[in-house]
């Protein structure tokens, strides 16, 4: 995830690492050796990167998951209807080793679609495709609106069948397209900043990475690799604005070596004990799960080859959509026998295998607050829990979610330590679940608020890695109409969870205008949260938070908050 005036303004564009350590790295290609003149109704901002250490993938079967050009492209868009007002690329200045986006003055509202590592041709259907140029960027975008150029916009159609792992050829790792929307409410003018190191932009891959994890040390069984992928989609859209999936059926491609599949398309390695993917993902575009996207995999069975079959499912067998900028691990957890004999017979058969099992955890890395080492990771799903409940009673909340992929066993560092008028409920015991061949990654932290408890900790220590979450109980809302700030944390972004919390919690802006009725993304760190008058029973919502911590310092950081509200129901008298 990654962050992005002749007036002797500078306005810092920031490109940062968050969560899933994007790192940016410089451009070396031809550029202009003076800085870009700019005319009155022009604001010219000085774009600025942060150079972190440069994750180069372990093995060319790798995209280039982390880089990102230092001049992406800026798509301008004005007014309450959000129309197409101009298309600008970042101007790298050699030498001086600057880069600026000259942008024309906005009185309206505006929306910057910021478009990084473009591929040579972005299209607006199947069979329509463009160069990356101003001119057909206006071309294309004259007179749409912002929601209709996202649903448009699209990244270059794989080939049919797919015999390469898209973003990966025999020479090198090709970067992967990513994408933010930033909200600018006063529009484009001399006090405009875009992104600061108080508020974060975060850039969002166009796709989802697929692996496999043998964890059965079957000594009878051997995995050699993914041997095809099929229904898989064959474009995405640069940037997916409003979270919901296409369904396009016909636009379908197959991932597979050979029309004989003689070979597999992905190669497992031996690493430790376990045979993996890891090093080799499988990349895919989003898709609805009505695609029917499923895996073909090669291995030996007692010496002899067979093939199983794996579908997208979750726990309870309902397939999956796939979804951009997160990871699918499929974790093979027993083989009781062999597969099938070929690979056509492993296509006419159910997703089910009745001789492999496996699950299938989902990570989304923009969502979890992320330690790790060279070894393992932590992750929680906020440091922060609020609770508006009822003072003085003891009850039991659902406080955040634990991941992790650890399967070390630490003797010592390995505990979950709460605070006093705090019991742990689930897990059963203050040992910090590990990964193993029969327990999920995903553990739901749940506690008990005694009646005296006002504040506390819960400590998370596995290995050298350690958490601290935050959890504060306050008062429930009365049933009257509530408005809820808080001014301790600088907000970049927020959602209420639930489908029927939305029909009376509703996120605004600071200023009241544009809001989103429940999720938002705001330009200047603050968020209220407002509950409609209550003419009925009691009502439960959940709110989450983006903020960053230490804003301005070297130290920030993104962190999330989780709001759980309780509202008191009408009393008959």
Request: negative net charge; contains cysteine; proline residues 4%.
């Amino acid at each position: 995830m990654m962050s992005w005036q002749k007036y002797n303004i500078q306005f810092l564009f920031t490109l940062i690492m968050a969560l899933v350590l994007f790192a940016s790295c410089i451009d070396e290609t031809t550029a202009p050796e003076e800085e870009p003149v700019v005319s009155d109704d022009k604001v010219q901002l000085e774009l600025f990167t942060r150079i972190d250490p440069y994750n180069i993938p372990n093995a060319r079967s790798m995209a280039n998951e982390y880089y990102v050009d230092t001049k992406p492209w800026i798509l301008v868009f004005k007014g309450n209807d959000a129309k197409f007002a101009e298309a600008v690329q970042v101007i790298e200045v050699s030498g001086i080793n600057k880069r600026y986006a000259v942008l024309t003055k906005q009185t309206e509202p505006c929306w910057l679609l910021i478009l990084a590592n473009p591929q040579d041709y972005f299209y607006t259907s199947a069979t329509q495709s463009y160069t990356y140029s101003v001119g057909t960027l206006e071309t294309a975008l004259q007179n749409k609106s912002l929601s209709e150029a996202c649903r448009m916009l699209r990244t270059q159609p794989l080939n049919n069948p797919q015999t390469t792992i898209p973003f990966v050829n025999a020479t090198n790792s090709i970067p992967l397209p990513m994408s933010h929307v930033e909200d600018l409410p006063d529009g484009i003018n001399a006090n405009t900043k875009i992104g600061s190191t108080n508020q974060q932009i975060e850039l969002t891959r166009a796709v989802a990475r697929v692996e496999i994890i043998d964890k059965t040390a079957n000594s009878r069984f051997d995995f050699k690799g993914i041997t095809m992928v099929a229904n898989a989609s064959k474009q995405g859209l640069l940037h997916n604005f409003t979270g919901t999936l296409e369904n396009i059926p016909a636009d379908q491609t197959e991932y597979r070596h050979d029309a004989s599949y003689s070979a597999d398309i992905v190669q497992a390695v031996l690493e430790g004990t376990e045979k993996n993917t890891t090093a080799s993902p499988v990349y895919l575009y989003e898709a609805k799960d009505q695609n029917d996207i499923y895996l073909i995999i090669r291995a030996t069975y007692d010496g002899e080859e067979c093939f199983y079959k794996l579908a997208i499912v979750d726990g309870e067998g309902t397939r999956m959509d796939i979804k951009r900028n997160q990871r699918y691990i499929f974790n093979i957890t027993q083989v009781r026998g062999s597969g099938y004999y070929s690979v056509a017979d492993a296509k006419a058969s159910l997703a089910s295998n009745t001789n492999l099992d496996y699950t299938i955890t989902v990570r989304d890395e923009s969502s979890y607050e992320i330690s790790s080492n060279n070894d393992y990771y932590m992750g929680v799903s906020n440091s922060h829990y609020i609770v508006y409940g009822d003072v003085g009673t003891t009850r039991e909340f659902h406080a955040f979610t634990l991941s992790t992929d650890c399967i070390r066993p630490f003797p010592d560092k390995r505990t979950i330590t709460v605070s006093t008028g705090l019991t742990l409920t689930n897990p059963g015991t203050n040992v910090l679940p590990i990964v193993t061949n029969t327990s999920p990654e995903k553990t739901e932290i749940k506690l008990r608020l005694d009646a005296t408890f006002s504040t506390g900790t819960v400590k998370l220590e596995l290995g050298n890695l350690d958490k601290t979450i935050n959890i504060e109980r306050r008062d429930r809302l009365s049933r009257l109409e509530n408005t809820l700030t808080f001014p301790e944390f600088y907000c970049l972004s927020g959602y209420v969870e639930e489908d029927d919390a939305k029909n009376w919690i509703q996120l605004h802006s600071s200023s009241g205008a544009r809001d989103v009725t429940d999720q938002i993304i705001v330009e200047d760190g603050v968020i209220k949260i407002y509950v409609t008058r209550n003419s009925s029973g009691k009502r439960y919502g959940t709110v989450y938070l983006t903020t960053i911590q230490n804003p301005g310092t070297s130290a920030s950081h993104i962190v999330r908050i989780k709001i759980y509200i309780t509202q008191q129901e009408v009393i008959n008298v």
